[in-house]
């Protein structure tokens, strides 16, 4: 069993939709999260990243960890086709240098006009 | 982009040919990773450093080496090249933030190994 699972998708979408793309994870060690938004043929850019459960808002997107359940979600709200993308969630344990980050094997989502 | 290149950007080679390929970085980051990316299995960490000549191994190491002379560069080394090592391959740097450290990719490199 993964340490993150993550539904590959694809998830289509049309415009304006909100979109929910979720992790759950195994690994009770875990007590940071980031997102990432990866282009096709791009390196992975860093989204948000929260080390707290509840939610954090930024902009249309909301991430939200609950780490009793061992679940993160990504919210986007009145979603573009400029979202469409692959979607990577990323946790690990907090540390004082290196931080070994375990990443899911991302969702693609296409937001359609 | 974090001030992160990759060279090659794309290359195609023979199995058990040696391959390497080059992460540079400009504003002299402590921590660099080497990850590779294959369908079904997201980012998997290759391996790290935290120091000039300070390495260590990731999850998927085998068949890889890696050096650090430099701060600003970290280079990957497929000895011998086999077909099982056709991926993308990213060179990600951490930056500390409020005790968390984020990282941020490179481009990226495709190896095609025929």
């Known amino acids: 069993q993964k340490e993150v699972e993550q539904d590959p998708g694809p998830l289509s979408v049309p415009e304006g939709a909100i979109v929910s793309l979720n992790c759950t994870y195994s690994n009770s060690a875990f007590q940071y999260f980031m997102w990432y938004r990866q282009y096709s043929r791009k390196g992975p850019e860093l989204l948000m990243y929260t080390y707290s459960s509840g939610n954090k808002e930024d902009g249309r997107f909301t991430a939200q960890v609950d780490k009793s359940s061992k679940y993160i979600s990504l919210f986007i709200r009145d979603s573009q086709p400029s979202d469409s993308a692959t979607y990577l969630c990323?946790?690990?344990?907090?540390?004082?240098?290196?931080?070994?980050?375990?990443f899911g094997a991302g969702t693609r989502l296409a937001v359609h006009p | 982009d974090a001030g992160i290149t990759q060279s090659p950007r794309h290359k195609v080679t023979e199995t058990g040919t040696p391959v390497t390929l080059r992460c540079h970085q400009t504003?002299?980051?402590?921590?660099m990773y080497w990850y590779r990316q294959d369908p079904g299995h997201g980012l998997r960490l290759i391996h790290y450093?935290?120091?000039?000549?300070?390495?260590d191994k990731g999850e998927v190491s085998d068949g890889y080496s890696v050096s650090r002379s430099k701060t600003e560069d970290f280079l990957l080394t497929l000895e011998s090249a086999t077909s099982s090592q056709t991926s993308v391959y990213f060179c990600a740097i951490s930056e500390p933030f409020g005790g968390v450290y984020e990282q941020y990719f490179g481009p990226g490199t495709r190896l095609t190994v025929t």
């Open positions: 990323a946790m690990g344990p907090l540390s004082g240098g290196y931080n070994k980050l375990i």
């Open positions: 450093s935290y120091g000039v000549k300070d390495t």
């Open positions: 504003e002299n980051h402590r921590y």
